[in-house]
C-alpha cells in the first residue's frame, strides 16, 4: 500500500463523494453528540481508524463518521495528532467482527 498524502487525499473526488455519502447517511447529524441526545449538524467526516495507520480503510464506510466541528477537535490530540480517549472509544465502537463484510 502506498503512503496515502493526508492533504492530497482530502482534495480527491472519491474522498469528496464518499464525505457526501456518509453526511447523508448519518443524517447531517452529529454521532457523538447524538449519544448525549443532543440534536447538532455534523459538518466533518472523521476516519476512526486514522488514515495515517490505516490507509486501507480511508474509504471504508463503516469506518467514517459524521461529527460536529468540536466534537471532531475532540477526538484528535492537537499536538500529537494521535487519538485521545474518546477517539479511541469510536474506534473500538466501529470496528466490525470480523465475519462482517467491509465494503
Ligand atoms: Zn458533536
Ligand atoms: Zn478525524
Sequence with gaps: ?????????????SW???RAKIL???GYECL???????N?????????HPLKERP???????NLISLCAECH???HD?????LTKLGEFWREKVTPHPSSTVE
Design 1 to 13: 500500500m502506498k503512503v496515502v498524502n493526508k492533504m492530497e487525499f482530502y482534495k480527491t473526488q
Design 16 to 18: 469528496k463523494r464518499k
Design 24 to 26: 447523508r447517511r448519518d
Design 32 to 38: 457523538n453528540c447524538k449519544r448525549y441526545g443532543k
Design 40 to 48: 447538532r449538524t455534523a459538518t466533518t467526516v472523521h476516519h476512526c
Design 56 to 62: 486501507d480503510l480511508r474509504l471504508a464506510s463503516w
Design 73 to 75: 477537535g475532540k477526538m
Design 78 to 82: 492537537r499536538e500529537t495528532d494521535k
